[in-house]
């Protein structure tokens, strides 16, 4: 470590422990954006160590980080078999046989500052005005299996849309590496046997490998995946256990086969304790069952996994076992966890890769010149704990808003306490249909929107300036509105169709 005066370490070293999509996806990051500074990054993993390879599902956000970084989003399809996403369809939540997708856009169209729900809502229960989904282009887009780029234009009903990604998680940890090895990030083969702790300070002083290699660093990003090496192991930060909210805490994946269009969605099926996931890629489906082992047994998740699938198993089932929760520090002296090292809120709306990537970003924003960085530390822990918390609410909310009394499990999670940051939102939606916005947090008003109403959790009354309006011409609007979300969705390309002209799964992938 070099030093400026008598205390202080400046930070010229950075030392990541372990590989996947949180390891690389945080070197190339760095080195994308701090190795002009001539910041040293080395990367430590173990090839006889597996990787979880979560995230097959995205949010749109990883496109800004993508664009960030400099990577080619043709290139980058291509190379890791990667199909387009417009929102997520979730299929017996509500009730058995309901289905809604919540979309990566926005509902209808803004009126006057008025919320374009409140004025479905005056007149959602009258014959003709149709579901609120079929006021939501990306929504008709996803089932008519059509797909194109965003237009740049604010007036087109083609910019209230934006779109993410599925891929092969275990092709894009790869494709990070090559990314990130470009730009002079140093990859070290080896397993950590052992962690030294600096006496006086109690931060990680170096690592050494199971050959005898001993590295030293300055800044340490712990990406070890739920096993925590540095952040838990070595610093004992601890851990706040959510599962009282989420009781899931197993998940059994297995990829197979594709059958049928590749659509542009991913998929959630609510089972009797879970929900199964359903991702399509371009060179076959990834699908999993999230499930609470207090209410199902292993055997009987991976039954009604394998039972599901739409095409032939390419791989022998496997289970993750998982706790939902988050460390209680994200930033502990001199370490970063990054990925599932830090916490882990089950796939259910693809939130794994953003928290790699805000954790990233965050950590680009406050990266700290020396070591004495106390204020950096705070900052950052503060705004990964709120995005963490605001995260968990959306999640909570999917399984309280149910009218399902069919198993232990649904009579369990619709009749549970709730964290009170959440109930405070449900009551006023219930009353009025408002949903506060956030300042700082993931999910947008749009998006409660979707999973409440898509959940049949619609509002008793609705903003009374509503009532400005006379009936009829909001019902004109309405119903233009919708034959022109129809109109603009069908003169989209076949999403399978343009993947093949934009980005064909390459002969590498």
Avoid at 16 to 32: D, E, K, N, P, Y
Avoid at 143 to 159: A, H, I, W, Y
Avoid at 237 to 257: F, H, I, K
Avoid at 274 to 296: A, E
Wanted: glycine content about 10%; some cysteine.
């Amino acid at each position: 470590m070099a030093e400026t005066g008598d205390t202080e370490k400046t930070v010229n070293h950075v030392v990541i422990v372990g590989g996947g999509t949180a390891g690389w996806m945080t070197a190339a990051g760095l080195a994308s954006m701090l190795g002009p500074t001539g910041l040293q990054i080395s990367l430590v993993e173990s090839e006889a160590i597996g990787v979880v390879g979560v995230g097959e599902a995205t949010l749109p956000h990883i496109k800004l980080f993508n664009d960030t970084i400099g990577v080619d989003e043709a290139e980058f399809m291509a190379a890791t078999s990667a199909t387009f996403k417009l929102g997520i369809e979730f299929v017996n939540w509500g009730r058995k046989g309901d289905s809604y997708i919540h979309p990566f856009g926005e509902f209808g169209l803004p009126n006057d500052g008025v919320a374009f729900h409140q004025y479905w809502r005056k007149f959602a229960d009258q014959e003709g005005v149709g579901p609120l989904d079929d006021y939501s282009l990306p929504v008709v887009a996803c089932r008519l299996g059509k797909f194109q780029q965003p237009s740049e234009d604010p007036r087109s009903v083609l910019s209230t849309y934006r779109y993410a990604y599925q891929f092969d998680a275990l092709q894009y940890a790869p494709f990070m590496r090559a990314h990130a090895e470009a730009r002079g990030v140093t990859r070290l083969e080896g397993k950590v046997v052992d962690v030294a702790l600096d006496p006086e300070s109690g931060a990680v002083a170096s690592l050494t490998l199971e050959d005898g290699r001993n590295v030293e660093g300055d800044l340490f990003v712990d990406c070890t995946g739920f096993f925590g090496l540095l952040i838990e192991k070595a610093l004992e930060t601890g851990y706040d256990d959510w599962s009282e909210w989420l009781p899931a805490d197993r998940a059994v994946a297995v990829p197979c086969e594709s059958a049928g269009p590749i659509l542009p969605y991913t998929r959630a099926t609510a089972h009797e304790a879970g929900w199964s996931w359903r991702i399509p890629l371009q060179h076959r489906t990834g699908n999993g069952h999230v499930y609470s082992s207090q209410f199902l047994s292993d055997d009987d998740a991976r039954t009604t996994l394998l039972d599901g699938l739409e095409g032939d198993a390419l791989a022998d089932p496997r289970i993750l076992r998982f706790v939902t929760g988050k460390r209680r520090k994200l930033w502990n002296r001199n370490v970063v966890a990054i990925g599932l090292s830090g916490g882990f809120l089950e796939p259910l709306e693809s939130t794994s890769i953003f928290l790699i990537q805000e954790g990233i970003t965050k950590l680009l924003e406050l990266f700290p010149a020396t070591l004495d960085c106390s204020v950096e530390i705070n900052e950052y822990n503060h705004w990964m704990d709120l995005q963490f918390e605001r995260i968990r609410d959306f999640l909570v909310l999917h399984y309280n808003a149910t009218e399902r009394d069919d198993s232990d499990f649904w009579r369990h999670m619709r009749t549970m306490g709730v964290p009170d940051s959440l109930q405070q939102r449900l009551e006023l939606f219930e009353a009025h249909g408002h949903v506060s916005a956030y300042e700082h947090g993931l999910f947008l008003v749009p998006s409660w929107i979707a999973v409440l109403i898509g959940q049949r959790r619609v509002p008793a009354g609705y903003d009374q300036r509503v009532d400005r309006l006379p009936d009829e011409q909001i019902r004109q609007h309405l119903n233009g509105l919708r034959a022109h979300m129809r109109r603009a969705a069908e003169s989209m390309p076949d999403h399978g169709e343009f993947l093949s002209r934009y980005a064909k799964m390459s002969a590498a992938a």
